[in-house]
């Protein structure tokens, strides 16, 4: 068993109060949840405006499988969602 953790730092510049933020994180972690079925979460920077770190998590029996479904998930994010930047995303494996 594979467990793939995708950390994903996230820069939203149309956010001008924690209302747009929380609205926009809602948002994209509701579609990657049902697009790519992972487990999704913020897990930093909840109190920063215009700054995200989002943990998407997925479960599997092969490594190869993990890392192609949390690099589609990056490039949803990045090609969805005109309205915030992905910064930088690391991937890992246990």
């Not at 999704?40 to 909840?46: A, F, L, P, R, Y």
């Amino acid at each position: 068993m594979v467990i793939g953790v995708c950390s994903l730092q996230l820069y939203l510049p149309a956010a001008h109060s924690l209302k747009d933020k929380r609205r926009v994180i809602r948002s994209l972690t509701a579609r990657l949840r049902q697009r790519f079925n992972v487990s999704v979460s913020e897990s930093g920077d909840q109190n920063l405006w215009q700054s995200a770190q989002l943990a998407v998590v997925c479960v599997s029996t092969d490594q190869q499988y993990a890392h192609g479904l949390l690099t589609k998930a990056v490039g949803f994010v990045e090609s969805s969602r005109l309205d915030l930047q992905v910064v930088d995303y690391q991937l890992e494996f246990y």
